[in-house]
């Protein structure tokens, strides 16, 4: 029965109207084709929700939630979201803020206790709650993964925030998105509300908005309804958590995230509580000047369509997206538990649906032979620099070479010089790589490059030296430390 099922779901996939049949024609024709191309490529599902004018027009699984099991996907599958996890955060950010017990515009160690950030560029208290919401405070790139079966378990929220919660560029100075900004607001959370960070999420966002397939991980939602995470290759990703919850770790339905969805679009239905007010949901939304990240949405969703906001989310085994059309009154949900370039394009061929004469399709990218931009060193940077490397079990020397020519070498703890490949310069940041491993228990779990980048401040060169973990089947980490380098 269950291949019964299954097989019936793919040929509604398949199906698209046919001239001379009864019924008006299928206005999701192209999607129905798209998702069953996916599905023959490997994507293990696709589910999906379509809304217009506060009304939900479409909600549909189709493929495997659980291949091994044979439980097919359903609009009632709770998917791993990743970083659609954010506007979920910042929505809990800002009931606190409404309840007078946050304020945006103050510095977010005033809420962390002991456990604070740090920043060798000074400028501290400028890093406010709104600044780390908007991924524009200053703290790094950074995702770090737990996995069920292997012994690394995800340290306290303060011990991360110990090792990693440095300021590396000067709050407001640039937009870097940042996972670990958001770990650290699930953490303001239970520490002002006093809930932890799960059951403030499930008290007072998804139960008043009626989610009832949305949690925070899985273990609130039944076994059978979660989708398994599948690898590149099509194998179940045994589960992994991270040390970030408030950026990557909620799960949900695409029955229930269109809801959620058009409560931030339109307020709360007659079956929900209006849990922010509508000056609040459009706070959210409006991003500093010359930026397109607010507090937890993403301006321009939809590729040239700066009227679109919303958020996606990508990781082992997760593609998903989440858009609004505002000005349309249309939302729209893809989730996956694959991941794939399938939801994008899912993503576009709905709203081109939709909206056909407003959003064509867009043409199908070339091939791109062009050769990157040769390295041409600036005056200022012509030297030798030495410095250290700040990691939490120590630091580590660091020298780097820039030649008139263009060819950059580093040396790190004391080694051969080597060079330092990938080398950009843009407004002020010097960018590269190079293969070495930074021998920190976190960082050395997976073999890994450090990649820097720089800003040139006078005569020293200061910023991110981050653990990049090679590509595997199971995706790995990204770890910043502080660096420091002088021109001699």
Known sequence: MKWVRFLCRLSLALSVSLVGCEGPPDPFAGTRELVAEALADGVASISLAVARDGEVIWEEGFGWANREKEIAASENTAYSLASITKPMTATA???????????????????????????????LEEATVRRVASHTSGLPLHYQFFYADEEFLPPSREETIRR?????????????????????????????????????MRDEVYSPLGLTHTSINPPQIAEDLVAVRYSSEGNPLPFYDFDHAGGSAAY?????????????????SAEQTAILSDATRSTMKQPEQ?????????????????????????MGGVSTLMTLVPERNIALVVLSNSSSRYPSRIQQMLVHELLPGDFPLPAAPGQD????????????????????????QGNRSLDLRVEPFGRVQVRFQGSEWIGLND???????????????????????????LRLYLKLRGDRLNGACTSMSLPAEKIGNALSHWVELEKK
Do not use: C
């Not at 949900?252 to 709360?268: C, E, K, T, V, Y």
């Not at 032979?369 to 939490?392: I, M, N």
């Open 369 to 392: 032979s062009s050769e990157p931009a040769q390295f041409v060193p600036t005056q200022e940077l012509l030297g030798e620099w030495s410095g250290e490397v700040e990691t939490y």
């Open 164 to 200: 990693y919660g440095k300021l590396l560029t000067l709050p407001g100075e640039l937009y870097n998105y940042s996972n670990l900004g958001y770990g650290i607001l699930d953490h303001l959370i239970a520490r002002v509300s006093g809930k932890s960070y799960p059951d403030f």
């Open 252 to 268: 949900s339905s695409a029955h229930d995230l269109i809801r959620f969805a058009l409560f931030h679009m339109n307020g709360a």
């Open 93 to 123: 950010l800002m009931i606190l803020v409404e309840r007078e017990l946050v304020d945006l515009d103050r510095p977010i160690n005033e809420y962390l206790g002991e456990a604070g950030l740090q920043s060798p560029l000074g400028h």
């Open 290 to 314: 010359g930026r397109s990240y607010a507090l937890g949405w993403s301006q321009g969703t939809v590729p040239g369509q700066p009227g679109t906001t919303g958020h996606s989310g990508g």
């Open 423 to 449: 080398v950009e310069f843009e407004d002020g940041f010097m960018r590269g790589q190079f293969p070495a491993d930074i021998g920190t228990e976190d960082s050395s779990r997976r073999p890994h490059n």
